[in-house]
């Protein structure tokens, strides 16, 4: 079992910065990957972004040059930093892990979850 907690999530105004941290504890392995979705009320669970244990990233179109992903295999954490955010990047954010070193942009394809932290862009 691996579990997942993020932190960091909360309100700020367009334009502003956040950063998201997924905290991995349990029967963890540096060669997850580990991937960071968002669902805003009504809409689908949506891929944000993912990293590799060698570090290998994908984005999703919409947050690319805006957002990046980070990890520290000795820490077991994955942070995501997230600048120029747009009313549009409201929504709860959770981390993912599947246990393979290849990056999957869909949700069937990871197996541990977090419970989220709300992320709210002000306009």
């Known amino acids: 079992q ?3 907690v993020e932190s960091g999530g909360g309100l700020v ?3 502003g910065s956040l950063r998201l941290s997924c905290a991995a504890s349990g029967r963890t392995s540096s060669t997850y990957t580990v991937g960071w979705f968002r669902q805003a009320p009504g809409k689908e669970r949506e891929f944000v972004a993912a990293i590799t244990w060698t570090g290998m990233l994908s984005y999703g179109d919409s947050v690319k040059g805006r957002f990046t992903i980070s990890r520290d295999n000795i820490k077991n954490t994955v942070d995501l930093q997230m600048n120029g955010l747009k009313p549009e990047d409201t929504a709860a954010y959770y981390c ?3 246990e393979s070193s290849s990056i999957r942009t869909h949700t069937d ?3 541990y979850w977090g419970q989220g932290t709300q992320v709210t862009v002000s306009s």
């Open 13 to 15: 105004q367009v334009g």
């Open 96 to 98: 993912a892990a599947r």
């Open 109 to 111: 394809y990871y197996y």
């Open 2 to 4: 691996v579990q997942l």
